[in-house]
């Protein structure tokens, strides 16, 4: 898909505060609100903008620790990769998961309670896996979403 430098500019808002106003997302970018609407749609139904979402306290809703677990796989088939990310999505503790070429083969970002409950959940949900071969668990001390899109990003005009 095309980007121009009003789609980027509308982008960039919207990743900052996705909760803008459809008027002030408008006038920031310097056009009519109806454009800036048609713009957003198109961006949505092309796959450019996959969604929008509410940042969440961890402490708020029970997450008392976080962690990034790496997972090592015993083999490497399309069937087993997918299994394992299939299983991936039906844990609740799951935050999000990367699928990585090198050494390791995800990168599980979850979030529990307390040390117990992360290894009761590392145990069942990556140990009891055939497939899976070796993790590695790290403590995370916090984390940041970064609101700005990388430099990289320019537009086509």
């Known amino acids: 898909m095309h980007l121009d430098r009003i ?26 609100p109806s454009t800036a609407l048609e713009r957003i749609r198109r961006l949505r139904s092309s796959g450019a903008i996959l969604g929008f979402h509410a940042e969440l ?17 015993a083999q490497h088939s399309r069937a087993l990769v997918e299994a394992f990310h299939d299983h991936l999505l039906t844990l609740p503790e799951v935050l999000s998961f990367y699928h990585l070429a090198g050494a390791d083969d995800f990168f599980v970002h979850v979030g529990v309670r307390d040390s117990n409950q992360l290894r009761d959940f590392a145990l069942s949900a990556f140990t009891e896996r055939p497939e899976v071969a070796h993790i590695e668990t790290h403590l995370i001390f916090e984390f940041r979403r970064n609101p700005v899109l990388p430099a990289a990003l320019v537009a086509s005009e």
């Open 57 to 73: 306290s961890p402490a708020a809703i029970g997450i008392g620790l976080q962690a990034m677990v790496a997972v090592r796989l």
């Open 7 to 32: 789609d980027i500019a509308l982008i960039r808002l919207l990743r900052k505060n996705a909760r803008t106003p459809n008027k002030d997302l408008a006038e920031a970018v310097g056009v009519a």
